[in-house]
């Protein structure tokens, strides 16, 4: 048995008049999905609790760009498209030009392609002209923990105490650290952080990247936009999950209050999920191993990284 405890929510923050971000929170079994709400700009945190039955959850973040209505609009039909084409299964519903058949990750990656086609020809109207979006989105099941990502948006674990970072950003900075040219450092204040090398609807094809994590007892997740990564680093956001392990709900009320105490100068959006249950083994002293999962092979997943405790 698997049991997940979802805490989810989003903030317009302090300087933006509307909100871009937007989650994805799906139970596959039954197509019950949420979204994310706000009352009088103060931000609503939903909270589920599922039993993980094969089928499966989503659990995703979605940051649009393209200022005014229009990035509101892409993460919108980001993950509404996401969500309907996971529970609709139509076959006709892709335009991936490697299909994953019927498996959680696949049809995920699937979905996530074709809201790229959609919000990208929707991008096409003059009012809608030059709008995008990132989505991570993960999905969980009894036997693995899967990321499929575009763009910027993080997912982190905090696991035996200590927190990684499990996904890459997508960014002009993240290729500038990798070739050496700049350190971790250096691109925290680096004037092109804010450009993204992938988003859906910026280009008519997309690649996103995928991965598997094994998962084990108590992991916690932590799904964000950048509004919150750019203001509370890994470390910070442990601290604070670690001070409100009893109430996850209140973690993520803390989250927010933090950015915004930080600038709040975007839109902040998290979702925080534990994972527990007798089918998860105990946790373990083991590095993290992500294993990369190529439209290629979806079964055949090879080690990718060892994430870095940050």
Known sequence: MLNVEVHATSHVGRIRKGNEDNYLVLRLSDAKKWTSRQDAGDAVIESQEFEVDEEGIILAVSDGMGGAL????????????VGETMTEADPDKTVSPNDFGDSLVGRLYDSIVYANHKIHQKGREPEFQGMGATFTGVGITNGAVDLVQIGDSRTYLIRNGKIYQVTKDQSL???????GQISPEEAET???KNVIL?????????????????????????????????????????KIVFEHLDDLQQAAGKLIEVANERGGEDNITLII???????????????IRLEA????SIHDTAEQDTAEIL
Do not use: F, W
């Open 190 to 192: 680096h004037a092109l």
């Open 70 to 81: 229009a990035g509101e609009v892409a993460s919108k039909m980001a993950v509404e498209t």
């Open 198 to 238: 992938q988003a859906l609807g910026a280009q008519n094809e997309i690649y996103p990247v995928a991965a598997r994590l094994t998962p084990q007892r108590d992991d916690i997740l932590i799904i964000c936009s950048d509004g919150l990564s750019n203001k509370i680093d890994g470390v910070d956001m442990q």
């Open 273 to 287: 999920a534990r994972l527990t249950g007798s089918s998860l083994e105990e946790p373990t002293e083991d590095e």
């Open 173 to 179: 900075v993240q290729q500038l650290i990798d070739s």
């Open 293 to 296: 999962i190529s439209p290629e």
